[in-house]
């Protein structure tokens, strides 16, 4: 990265003119690895009109733009891509819905103040303490499913992946299972308001559900207020112990209100991506069936190969040169993670999956930098388990014939579901 000292006023863009910005389709799933294998190759940074993006594909400018806040603020990763309309705007307005900057979204002071405060609890120490719980939530999905030897096809996405992190979130959080379908609901929603390309009418429905679920989390906050309990929501009031200038009551809100994201539907979409890769490519699922040592690098390779966040954002605070284009101040830049996992100035063979891949850790799925996911290790274990235990259960499961119909979002990228058969009884 270069900052242009020479100009500080905002200068025009100027950029090699190429052919990929007029093909991506920043919604769709169809070929976004070819196109991205092409911009590292041909246009490295290009500019996508439809959303008004300059489109990041290198992992050393990806890792250069997150690695310095000060130029490249988070302030727009959460602002929607598809602008709200005036109805959901004034919907919002006399809903009450007052979700502010916290974590992925918020710029230093601030985000160190929150940061420190919710790494207290959301730390490698405290998930690994959860490992039990984690094996008895997973344990009881699985027991749910038919034993192998069942004819019928399974849809692992509906039956396991889609609320087993919930599950494991809400211990977290201190919210019951109960609740589990409703908010699952309210963040598809949501994600799609985020980061989908939703019409006016679509738009509006979603956020009837955005608003219900940001008073939802006021709720619980309020509810742990006047009933301190043993949760992520009452250490942070806890924290606050009274003080606006520690953490606001809204600010916990929008803490809640965030993790409520972050912390279930990632894991969702990369548990069907994972297996997915692995029985596309099933010489890793029997590799990981004979020498299950390798699952843990092959949490790394799924993330690398797949990940669920495929792009992510930040604005340009001054003017700036990246991949040989210069960039005025305040462009919204969309950085390729899942390009920079298929770099091939750092992974050889990077289309190749390989769950014994040496440097399959190098990924930057969970990003780079100060906003690096606080949730890493945990994602990373609730994978590891369900690998674990469908490996050793299902030894000789593999993908059913299907033609796979993704969420359709800038950012996250998942399956709507993962058809599998479960293998022969006497495997
Ligand atoms: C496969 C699963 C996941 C992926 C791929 C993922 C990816 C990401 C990415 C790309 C970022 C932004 C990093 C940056 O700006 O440099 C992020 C931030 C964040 N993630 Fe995750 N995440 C996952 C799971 C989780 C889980 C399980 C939790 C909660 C327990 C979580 C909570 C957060 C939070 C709170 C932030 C904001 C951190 C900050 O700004 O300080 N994520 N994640």
Same mark, same amino acid.
């Given at each position: 990265m270069t900052t242009l000292d020479s100009n500080p006023t905002t200068q025009p863009a100027t950029c090699p003119a190429g052919s990929v910005g007029a093909e991506y389709d920043p919604f769709g799933a169809?070929?976004?690895?070819?196109?991205?294998?092409?911009?590292?190759?041909?246009?490295?940074?290009f500019y996508c009109p439809e959303i008004d993006y300059w489109v990041i594909s290198r992992r050393r400018d990806v890792l250069d733009v997150l690695r310095n806040p000060d130029v490249y603020s988070a302030q727009i990763t959460l *602002?929607?891509?598809?602008?709200? *309309? /005036?109805?959901?705007?004034?919907?919002?307005?006399? /809903?009450?819905? *007052?979700?502010?900057p916290v974590q992925s979204n918020c710029d230093r002071p601030d985000h160190t103040r929150i940061r420190e405060i919710s790494a207290q609890i959301l730390s490698a120490a405290n998930y690994a303490a959860l490992e039990p719980d984690i094996r008895r939530i997973a344990a009881e999905f699985l027991q749910r499913l038919p034993p192998a030897g069942s004819a019928q096809p399974v849809d692992l996405l509906k039956s396991v992946f889609y609320e087993f992190p919930a599950h494991v979130l809400f211990l977290i959080l201190g919210i019951p299972d109960a609740d589990v379908p409703k908010i699952k609901a309210w963040a598809d929603n949501r994600?799609?308001?985020? +980061?989908?390309r939703l019409d006016e009418q679509q738009q509006l429905r979603c956020a009837e559900d955005m608003l219900a679920y940001w008073h939802y989390c006021e709720d619980l906050v309020a509810d742990r207020a006047a009933n301190l309990r043993d949760d992520y929501p009452s250490h942070l009031l806890r924290a606050r112990n009274g003080d606006d200038r520690v953490m606001s009551i809204n600010e916990i809100v929008s803490v809640v209100f965030g993790l409520l994201l972050a912390g279930h539907e990632t894991t969702t979409n990369l548990s069907a991506n994972a297996?997915?890769?692995?029985?596309?490519?099933?010489?890793?699922?029997?590799a990981i069936c004979a020498e299950p040592e390798l699952i843990a690098n092959a949490v790394e390779e799924a993330l690398r190969f797949n990940t669920s966040v495929i792009c992510w954002r930040r604005k340009t605070l001054q003017d700036v040169q990246i991949g040989g284009c210069n960039i005025p101040a305040g462009s919204n830049l969309l950085l390729g993670l899942a390009s920079a996992n298929h770099d091939e100035e750092e992974f050889e063979a990077p289309e190749r999956f390989d769950v014994r891949r040496r440097n399959a850790r190098r990924h930057i799925s969970?990003? *780079?930098?100060?906003?690096?996911?606080? /949730?890493?290790?945990?994602?990373?274990?609730?994978?590891?388990?369900?690998l674990e235990m469908f490996s050793q259960r299902?030894?000789?499961?593999?993908?059913?014939?299907?033609?796979?119909?993704?969420?359709?979002?800038?950012? +996250?990228? /998942?399956?709507?579901?993962?058809?599998?058969?479960?293998?022969?009884?006497?495997?």
């Open positions: 169809q070929r976004t690895y070819e196109l991205f294998a092409r911009a590292r190759r041909e246009e490295p940074v *602002s929607p891509v598809t602008p709200f *309309s /005036g109805a959901v705007t004034e919907l919002f307005q006399q /809903g009450g819905f *007052s979700a502010q994600l799609l308001m985020t +980061f989908g297996f997915r890769s692995m029985l596309t490519y099933p010489e890793n699922w029997r969970f990003g *780079s930098g100060i906003h690096f996911c606080i /949730g890493a290790p945990l994602a990373r274990l609730e994978l590891k388990v369900l299902y030894p000789d499961m593999s993908l059913a014939p299907q033609s796979f119909e993704m969420i359709e979002t800038v950012a +996250f990228r /998942g399956p709507k579901a993962l058809w599998v058969n479960l293998g022969p009884a006497d495997a």
